[in-house]
T-cell receptor, first 112, second 114 residues
Framework: SQQGEEDPQALSIQEGENATMNCSYKTSINNLQWYRQNSGRGLVHLILIRSNEREKHSGRLRVTLDTSKKSSSLLITASRAADTASYFCATGAWNRDDKIIFGKGTRLHILP | DGGITQSPKYLFRKEGQNVTLSCEQNLNHDAMYWYRQDPGQGLRLIYYSQIVNDFQKGDIAEGYSVSREKKESFPLTVTSAQKNPTAFYLC?????????????FGSGTRLTVV
């Protein structure tokens, strides 16, 4: 399957530090998306990067995409306690209608 | 405000019982999706629908059924044939062709077998 695989599975950092999460996938995509999920809640769409883009920013978020390596990274700068959540990458492809496939996520814990 | 509403938030099912999870959206999205999430796991697609009166099986459709009689509504029935239904169920919607702009999710229903 084209499931994204996040790395690391879990990450703990001090508040104020930067957090970096990675996502790898297996086949061609037309976009890659990152979502956040707070404990026991639904997912919130953070950012989408298309296959012809290499980098995208949104506030404290920076996403990169390397299609040659089939990988993406999500950087959260100046982390805050409220950033504690699970982060999922999801990939979309033209041959899958609008279905996107999710990875298992990275659990991020921001220490006070 | 536009969004997706899932109800109930918590649901308990007895062995052999069918239960229905509600999902309603007022975003005017054409496509709707049901996912299942197990502890520490990602999301697995159960069913999806791109237009009214049409739906397709996802990766784990066995033991589940859906209907799409209205654009706004996409209820999921967990049948007695689903042997391990305890999980967190998430509904999402998007606009086809623009689904690549991202999905909007509901807040989820936690189903427990008692």
């Amino acid at each position: 399957s084209q499931q994204g695989e996040e790395d690391p599975q879990a990450l703990s950092i001090q508040e104020g530090e930067n957090a970096t999460m990675n996502c790898s996938y297996k086949t061609s995509i037309n976009n890659l998306q990152w979502y956040r999920q707070n404990s026991g809640r639904g997912l919130v769409h953070l950012i989408l990067i298309r296959s012809n883009e290499r980098e995208k920013h949104s506030g404290r978020l920076r996403v990169t995409l390397d299609t040659s390596k089939k990988s993406s990274s999500l950087l959260i700068t100046a982390s805050r306690a409220a950033d504690t959540a699970s982060y999922f990458c999801a990939t979309g492809a033209w041959n899958r209608d609008d279905k996107i496939i999710f990875g298992k996520g990275t659990r991020l814990h921001i220490l006070p | 405000d536009g969004g997706i509403t899932q109800s109930p938030k918590y649901l308990f099912r007895k062995e052999g019982q069918n239960v229905t999870l509600s999902c309603e959206q007022n975003l005017n999205h054409d496509a709707m999706y049901w996912y299942r999430q197990d502890p520490g796991q990602g999301l697995r697609l159960i069913y999806y629908s791109q237009i009214v009166n049409d739906f397709q099986k996802g990766d784990i459709a066995e033991g589940y059924s859906v209907s799409r009689e209205k654009k706004e509504s996409f209820p999921l029935t967990v049948t007695s044939a689903q042997k391990n239904p305890t999980a967190f169920y998430l509904c999402a919607s998007s606009t086809p062709g623009r689904g690549s702009w991202g999905y909007t999710f509901g807040s989820g229903t936690r189903l427990t077998v008692v």
